[in-house]
């Protein structure tokens, strides 16, 4: 049987799945949608708790406030979380378009850059939470080699809210490996119906 609907009897008399088919593609869609619903808002989130976070201490009668734009690490991440959150808003609309329409995604051209998106995007949040996790580990054990001193001992609650943003980043990554694996399987539904086409004559 085909992924496109259409099987192949052993008489060679096609045979047609579109119901099977659109079930299938309305839970996966389905699926999408939440995960897609998930990212935004836990991109938002994210985004909030790293971009917001200050802390203010006296030293040596010195105001000195710490903020996410001090590290360029944490810039990174919050215009990364920021691109993330407006790409998952569209999407999501796309699909709740889709689903009200009941239509089934045959375009291939349209497959190849959900999923291209998809990927970009899980690398660039993979990237920019890596990167965070690495000057946070900096900011709460230091680095002596480099004589770079501890400063989640002086800015515990700025250091504190960081960790949360950088977890619910974390997440977001999750959700966007998942939401790539759904997208590949989109293009691989496509191609590889064509391909069982092919084999069988149709």
Known sequence: MSYLGVGVSPGNVPVYHGTNLKVIDRRVRLTELVLRCLICGLSVLAAVLVGTDAET???????????FTEMKALVFLVVANGISAAYSLVQAVRCVVSMVRGSVLFSKPLALAIFSGDQGLAYLNVAAVGAAAQSAAFAKFGQTQLQWMVICNMYGKFCNQVGEGIAVALLVCIFMVVLSCISAFGVFRLYGGKKAQNNSGW
């Not at 201490?57 to 903020?67: D, G």
């Open 57 to 67: 201490k006296e030293i040596f009668s010195i105001q000195k406030k710490a903020r």
